[in-house]
Each structure stands twice: as structure tokens, then as C-alpha cells.
């Protein structure tokens, strides 16, 4: 994309509004516009960031079997009365009535949803196990909306279900989430750590929430400093493999790890003192075992290999990707701006010319621009009649995390720089060189 | 995909409420289920096609130049008051209260918020041309939502808004929209002819409708037959170029084509009779000029060269994404159900093992998937223990273009069964020259 076409309303002013700094940084960039309170625009360079994060949790979500659906954001009332929630979930269900008067909702989550499609079809073990997500726009009426789209009101969640004939199926479904998260945030650039938390209006027993280490998340977290050091890595994982998922659950959860809501002292104080600590963390996932809840109050039920009819074994299962470009960006950022992981950066490579209007810089710009696009890959060319230090700040505050910046100087020496966002380090060298290193980088993601 | 992982719920029976025949091949196929009237979730299968479409119009839309956004669902009142369309609007528009007793609407279109913004970024005529665009959910509270996607209440639209300085400029841009939308549809497999059309609540002079023939269409149409000939083809287009989408604009509108809402009597008279036709249409996009009518009402405005604070002139171009996967069906399929064209199938090929667990029908099978899977394409392979004719039914109603079938009999002689589904034509060959056809087809797309 060159940047004369495209549209990147950068701020130069901090916004008073945003308490944050994720929420600043997305408001400067111009990622984001609040159209309400808690309701957000996505620009063009949001709106980029956010596709890529649901392209990995897509990826990710059907690398483990699970078959994507989905459901609309407006549900009839009568399906959460079915399950009792529609009087309990209180302000934050947004009801309507449509013209007839009919009581509907923008649907906060769908379990009942999910569960009436399964009872209209299934009815056979046979058709066991089966997962279904989706990513889909939701809404929850906060009473106070804050900190940008960490705590939007409309928000874009990946949900998924799991149906199973027992419960060791079901744990096994839970397990394969919870294995599938961990590569899911790590392509992402996050360590986002298993914590045993509270089920809350979803119900169940079992559950485990996603957390992100920052200083501005919302909860209080409470672990083991060896968690820390844990990687999933690029290991192969058989997701059929109950034992396998099952070893995954244990290593990234025998330590203690535990949100304020379940925090427990006595046992918190068994873990060394030294690899004590309390943090604040964002929750970016949520993970739920739920058993019959739904299924018995909904009537989802298989016949079984001995013909009798038994309710199913159900879990639900969270991303909160909206909220995840504010996680990326809490957890990675410096004073200049944004610094994306390469997994989710909107444009591979910045290129940023010195001299616009150069003959020269403008030909070995051009040709930058094609080489890395005929790699496959996704560069930003700041070709605007700006001074350098303007495109500088512009690249920094976006956080492309590769940039070539290219003058006359440099090219009478046959030479580009290559700059690492993160580090701030540059490196003087050819041009096919700067697209070599560049290609391969993200080659080997 | 394996059949047996997969979730393709078809039905036997044909669905009493459905009168036309996409919805009822969309319900057998286990593509959609209705929720609410005219409010649909959308099953693997289903949703598999709308990303396609989907992925069709973003492609298309970037090679226009145009810049991808995402606007909310929910929308203050406040900016469609600003623009008088509040109490205009009518009954179709979901007015919401939040939890504080703010008005809210369900966007049925965009033509406020992204004037607003604009107005909010832009200040001067050197950021302009700007085409900016979404795909996102829509709501309209039909009184009497039918024909399953056709006319739903909530549906995916893929919205465009153009700003540009003068008249000229955005009739460029009209311009441009008009022949992206002819390679849009051609990519889909579908004839959408523009035809002059009449500009409804949106306002303005300017419009085309594209229209798919078809005998279920709502609008009725009046055509000189010669416009039928016209194919957009593979021709390379600079859409920079003011003349060139001229020039298509006029090959395409030239000759008479109006729905019956400005079709003119004494015009159609002129075209030689035997050249004049009438028919029924499915309406699938529609292209505006407005003017200023939005920027004047919100103060959307830009500093000229001459120092002079002008109002932006816009357009706002719409493709119906959900609705065209029924517009596709209804303009291809057959009694025994879909007949998809390459360019949107939800899997390439399908693979009909004629007798699962034998070891080397299973091999032979196994063997194909991954060939197919390795060159790039999405196979669909019915491994159940059914009959064949079941499996025949099945890939039949679900309309993918090929079908490889392999039984024992063809394996002893080294052949499988290509079959065509729109002719319904099988060609016996050996399994590596099937795949390398199949391969060859989609390449060729």
C-alpha cells in the first residue's frame, strides 16, 4: 500500500479520553474511531490488525477439528427463557423489541443458540464429538465502557462449543481448547498464562481463564514465576491424542495460577516464597466445561450405543479478539508507539523515502515496494512530500516492525537501511539484501 | 474436509416454508437454519460460500482502490438525526434503547457514520480521492422477511462510500464502482446487468441496479436482448483511467435495461422488437451519485486549492453478500439441487469412496485427498459408510462442481470417475490425471 492512497488518520494531539496506553496508542495511530460510548470504528489500519487476529484464531481453530459456523447477532428471546438466563443476565443483555413487538437481544454469548442448532440435527453418538465456532460481533451493555476496546460494548469474540457423549470426551474437548489457545496467543506474540478462575453466569465446574501480564489489566493474578518460563513453541500436537492434549493441560497448569476470584493463600504460600508473585493481567481467553447445563434445560440429547437418550456433554470456549489488539499493544509498546509482533503486524515492512521526488530514491523505492510485494508479502511506502522525521514518527507510532528507509546518500553507495522497531537497530545494506532478510523473518514465522 | 468430521446436516424432506427454490435447496444442504423470521444462522457449508463471496468483493474492492474499514452494528440516533433520516426512515430501521435510555439504531446502511468519519480526519483536497469500505451486518425490520436470504431482516452488505471534489471526480468513482461490480459478479459466475434504476431513500440523480435474470426475481425488468452478449471478461482495466471505466460504463448502459420502476414504454418502443424482452430480476448491488446531500447536511468538508471550504461530493455503492448466495442458486442448479460455480464452491472436489474400509478404495481415496490438498485445493471426501447412491445424492444436492468417485472395480482397471456436475458427464482415468484436470480447472479461474 502506498500511503498517498491509503487512509491513516494519525493524532498528534493524546486524546484526553483514553485512560490507557493501548487505548491512546490505537486512537494516535488511527486504528479506531468511538462512534459511542464503547462502540468503535475500525479504521484501515485497525481493521487490518483485527483480520489478521482472526485469521490465526481461525487457523488455529480448525487446525484442532473444529468447524466454523455462524450465528446472527440478534436472537429471540425465547430461546434464553428456555434456559432460564433471559431474566438472570441482567443489564449488560441488550433487549429490543422488533416492529411486532417481538422480545429480542444482541446476543452477549450463545450457548442457547448453539444448543438449538445441535438439538435440530443431531441425534445419533454417532455423530460425536463435534466442536462448532464462530467469530462474531457480540454486545454487552457495560454499565461503564472504558480502556478502548478492552471494555467495548460491541465487541468481536471467537465462541465455541463442544458436543460429547461423555464427560471424559468433553474434558478431552476442553483440553484440546486449552492447547489450541496456547498456539493460538504465542502466534500472536503473547504469552497468555492458564489460570484457574470462576465460571461466573456461563456456569460449570471447570474453567480456566487466558491472561496476559500487564500493568493495566483488571485483574488481580496471583502465580508460580516458573509458569513464566513455559513455551509452547512449534512442537506437533495430535489433537485427536487424548493423552497428548492431556500432558499439554498438565504442564501449563500444575503451578499455581490462580485469578483474585479463586486465589487461595493457604496454598498459594506452599509455592516457594521466591517464585511468589502477584501481578495484574488482561484476560484474553476463557475456557468452560458446563456439563448438561444447557443440554438437559434444552433437551439436546443422542441416542447411545444402547439405544438409551442421554443429554450431551457440553463446554463453551472464549477469544476476545477485538480486545486483543489492546492486549498486543499493552504488553508491546514503547514511548514512540506501537511495536507489533510480526504474527499480527497490519504491513510486513515500512519503506520510508527521504527524498520524495528523487528520481533515483523514487525508482529504488518502486522497486523495493515490488520486490517484497512479488514475495508475497505486505509493505506500507510512505511516499508523501513529508520531512523524514515526520515519516519517522509515523512508522514508529504504527509499529511496523520492519523498516527500509532509503535517501540518495545511502544509494550512491548502494546501500538501504534496515531497522528493527523493537530494538531500534539499524543496519546499512543492499537493497535485495533488506528484502532478503526481510522475506526470510517472516518465512520463518 | 472428511465428511465424517465435518457438520453438513442435508435434509430429505423439503421444507414446507420455503416457496422459492434457493431457499429450499439452501435448507436441504444444510447451509442455513432460521432463528427468527428472516434472521438465519449460517451452517458450515453456508458459511463457507458467504466467505468466498466475501473474499470475492474484498479483492475486487482492493484492486479498485478501494480502502477496507468496519463500522459497529449499533449506531447513535444522534447522527442520523444531523442528516433528517431519523424519523424518515420508517419502520424498517430496529430502533434500540440502552441502559441509560440512549437512542440507538441496527445500521440498515452507513451513509451517516462514515460521513462523520470523514469530516472527523479530512481538511484539505490533496487527501482526496478517498473510496472507503466495509462488509458487515445489516438490519432492516422487514414487515414480512421471506424467501430465506433473499429478503432477511439481518444480512451481510458490502457498503462503499466515495468523497471527492468535484462532480467529475465522483463520477469517476461511479464509474469505477460500476466495473468493479461487472468483474465481481463474473468472478461469482453470475450475469448481473446494470440497469438505470430509481434512488429511493438513499437520494441522488445517479444509480444502477445489477440484476441477476431470474424467474424468481421481485423486480420486473425490461431489456434490449443484445445486452445479454456483454461479458466483462478478462480485460485489463488501469482504474486510474477516467476513460477506460467511461468507456465500459458506456459498452454496459448503452442499450435499454430498466427495472419497471423508470422503465419508460415509449423508449423501449425504439429497440427493434425483436430484441426487446421482459423478465424477472434478482437485485444483487446498486451504485449512487448523490452529491452533496450528506456532506451539506454534516458539514463534510475540504479547503480547495483556492483557499474555499467546499462540500465533499459522494456516492455510496452496495453489493447484497448473503443475499447472493441465494441469487447464485436460483440462476444455477437443477432438480437434483446446486449446481455452484468454481469460482465460489465451498470445496473444490468431492471424493466418493464407493466402499469404505475397503483397504485399497480407502488407500486410493486417502491418496487423492492429499494430492488435491497438496496443490492448493479444499476436497471434500465423503468417507461414511453409506450406500453410494446416498453419497451421489448427497454431493449432488450440495452442487460442487467435480466429483471424483472410486470403487474397486475402477482401481483393479487404474481408473477413477471424473464427473462434471453440470452436465453430469464421468470420464474414467487414472487418478493422477484426475487430480492434474481438477487442478488445471481451478488454476485457470
Partial sequence: MRLSRYFLPVLKETPAEAQIVSHRLMLRAGMIKQSSAGI???????????????????????????????????????????????????????????????????????????????????????DLPLTLYQIQWKFRDERRPRFGVMRGREFLMKDGYNFDLTKED???????????????????????????????????????EFLVLAETGE???FYDSQITDLKFGDREIDYDSVEQCQAVLEEFTSRYARTDETHDEAVFNEV???????????????????????????????????????PVHMGSHGIG??????????????????????????????????????????AACDSLYQQLTNAGLDPLYDDRKERAGAKFATMDLIGLPWRITVGPRGLKNGVVELTCRKTGESEEMAPEAAVAKVVEIYKSL
Fill in 321 to 362: 479478539v477485538s480486545r486483543l489488539l489492546g492486549a498486543i499493544i499493552e504488553a508491546s509498546h514503547d514511548d514512540k508507539g506501537i511495536i507489533w509482533p510480526e504474527g499480527v503486524t497490519p504491513f510486513h515492512c515500512g519503506i520510508v523515502n527521504l527524498k520524495q521526488g528523487d528520481e533515483e530514491a523514487d
Fill in 40 to 126: 468503535y470504528s475500525w479504521l484501515p489500519l485497525g481493521y487490518k490488525v483485527l483480520r489478521n487476529i482472526e485469521q490465526i484464531v481461525h487457523e488455529e481453530q480448525q487446525r484442532a477439528g473444529h468447524v466454523p459456523v455462524l450465528m446472527p447477532t440478534l436472537q429471540s428471546a425465547d430461546l434464553w427463557r428456555e434456559s432460564g438466563r433471559y431474566e438472570d443476565y441482567g443489564e449488560e443483555m441488550l433487549r429490543i423489541q422488533d416492529r411486532h413487538g417481538r422480545d429480542m437481544l444482541y446476543g452477549p454469548t450463545n450457548e442457547e443458540m448453539i444448543t438449538d442448532i445441535f438439538r435440530s440435527y443431531v441425534n445419533s453418538y454417532k
Fill in 272 to 310: 516457594p516464597e521466591e517464585r511468589r508473585r502477584s501481578a495484574r493481567g488482561i484476560e484474553v481467553g476463557q475456557i468452560f466445561y458446563f456439563g448438561t447445563k444447557y443440554s438437559e434445560a434444552m433437551g439436546a440429547t443422542v441416542i447411545n450405543d444402547k439405544q438409551e437418550q442421554i
Fill in 170 to 208: 468433553a474434558m478431552h474437548a476442553y483440553n484440546r481448547h486449552l492447547v489450541s489457545y496456547l498456539r493460538t496467543y504465542e502466534r500472536m506474540g503473547l504469552q497468555a498464562i492458564p489460570m484457574r478462575a470462576d465460571s461466573g453466569p456461563i456456569g460449570g465446574d471447570d474453567t480456566h
Fill in 219 to 221: 485483574s488481580e493474578v
